[in-house]
């Protein structure tokens, strides 16, 4: 698809699919990446190591305003959906030493940076990270306080477990200034919660929320999830409903992905009671109207905001972000990552930690960085993460213009623009000018649009 120029011919495509089924089956996403960032991980090698991110921390400004994620890979139970790397733990010994090179690490850090950088928001992930002693976590907010500096608008937010979540550990939020947190519930009915091994009640649910707001967290969001074993058109519905009556500011909605191979919990799920592909879309259809039709605001792949949250403001204003943590009203490109895995970005590349606890726990006992491999960003990859940066956020990218920004010549998209020929006459899509937009009936398959900006989808492995 060229011009006389041998330019990419960005023509206007407007073809429908013959029917949602074959779109879903075609473009389900089953095994494309979430693009929370580009490249994935997959790409990131050694050759960026400790050094290299020890260099790309001295060369921040003072005034670099960063993000702080806190990987805490502990919980009580293994949920069996679970696509995260986890450690089950009933005793507070392993999670308390753990919190310890935690904290070494973050003095290391702190070592590495001009002055004490100012942050505006930090987040803290897992696992379950309110499992936590609730005196360790106030020392370990002190600590960040100390080696950084947290603005008094800075938004701190947690992820919480409700089967776990005690009166304490609430007060703690209180007194460390948490002031968002990310409740994980997935399904309500209680046969599927009982197929994922996750057990827990409508009540637990609503007094971990009710908890939080009363010791002044006060922006709730509740997770939710589709396409799980047992799961029905009618049992998403019901969940979304439920959700919607505790009136959280917003919520996630994600898509199971099956990856027994990758990760062995998901082996003891019954695969023969997995929703089909065109269940799973009718599925997210339900649960998208009904969140709809209860004023909540459609965003991005799967989230859903009232319109006075961050997020849908953010949206509304052109801000809204993706990146590791997911989507985000702010515009930071440095995010500084702590603990087992936990994945960096600044501006020069990605980088990301030692994986296994105890090969983290090594280099930190030494006073050096954790750092295991990451991933230097060229130009054209800053170019193909921007479009489908844009994409994600907003089901639209203009790319030409994006080009532009980055003194980048389209010619190198030449493939993108012959796969989005494909999506464009399946009806996914329109092009008109090199101004992409994915139909909204069809956001479903974001995902598999994104995957046409990316240079190493379906490249062997080395």
Request: with cysteine; aromatic share 8%; proline share 5%.
């Amino acid at each position: 698809m060229r011009s006389g120029h041998d330019k990419p011919d960005w023509r206007r495509k407007s073809l429908r699919a013959e029917s949602s089924i074959f779109v879903s089956k075609k473009y389900s996403g089953a095994h494309l990446p979430w693009y929370t960032i580009y490249p994935t991980i997959q790409e990131f090698s050694s050759e960026v190591g400790a050094h290299t991110y020890e260099q790309w921390l001295r060369s921040l400004e003072a005034d670099d305003a960063v993000s702080l994620y806190l990987h805490i890979p502990f919980c009580r139970s293994m949920c069996w959906y679970c696509g995260f790397p986890t450690s089950i733990t009933r005793l507070d010994t392993l999670i308390i030493n753990y919190l310890a090179g935690l904290r070494e690490e973050i003095r290391v850090v702190a070592e590495q940076t001009p002055q004490a950088l100012p942050v505006r928001d930090v987040h803290f992930g897992g696992g379950s990270p309110t499992i936590m002693p609730p005196a360790d976590f106030l020392s370990l907010m002190e600590l960040l306080r100390g080696c950084f500096a947290l603005e008094n608008a800075a938004n701190i937010a947690i992820e919480v477990d409700p089967r776990t979540f005690t009166i304490d550990m609430a007060e703690a939020l209180e007194k460390a200034g948490v002031n968002r947190a990310s409740v994980g519930v997935q399904s309500f009915d209680p046969i599927v919660q009982k197929a994922i091994n996750r057990v827990q009640s409508e009540a637990q649910v609503m007094t971990a929320v009710e908890n939080l707001r009363l010791h002044g967290v006060g922006r709730i969001n509740l997770d939710l999830m589709f396409g799980l074993p047992y799961q029905t058109v009618q049992s998403c519905r019901q969940s979304a409903l439920l959700a919607i009556a505790m009136r959280p500011d917003r919520l996630a909605v994600f898509a199971y992905s099956h990856v027994p191979s990758y990760r062995k919990n998901q082996r003891l799920i019954d695969r023969s009671a997995l929703p089909d592909l065109a269940a799973r879309a009718e599925q997210a259809s339900v649960m998208a109207d009904t969140l709809v039709a209860a004023g909540y605001l459609q965003i991005g792949l799967d989230h859903f905001a009232l319109p006075h949250d961050e997020l849908a403001l953010a949206h509304r204003t052109g801000r809204l972000r993706r990146n590791s943590l997911g989507y985000s009203a702010e515009t930071r490109q440095t995010v500084i990552g702590f603990g087992a895995s936990a994945i960096g970005r600044c501006r020069e590349g990605y980088v990301q930690n030692e994986l296994t606890q105890s090969f983290y726990n090594r280099p930190i006992a030494s006073g050096h960085l954790a750092t295991s491999r990451g991933y230097r960003l060229t130009i054209e990859d800053r170019v193909r993460a921007a479009i489908i940066e844009q994409l994600m956020c907003y089901l639209e990218a203009d790319v030409p213009a994006i080009c532009t920004a980055h003194g980048f010549d389209p010619i190198h998209l030449r493939s993108s623009a012959k796969q989005l020929d494909i999506l464009a006459e399946d009806g996914i899509v329109d092009v008109d000018d090199g101004l992409i937009r994915v139909r909204q009936e069809c956001r479903f398959a974001l995902r598999g649009v994104a995957a046409a900006f990316d240079a190493f989808l379906g490249r062997p492995s080395l």
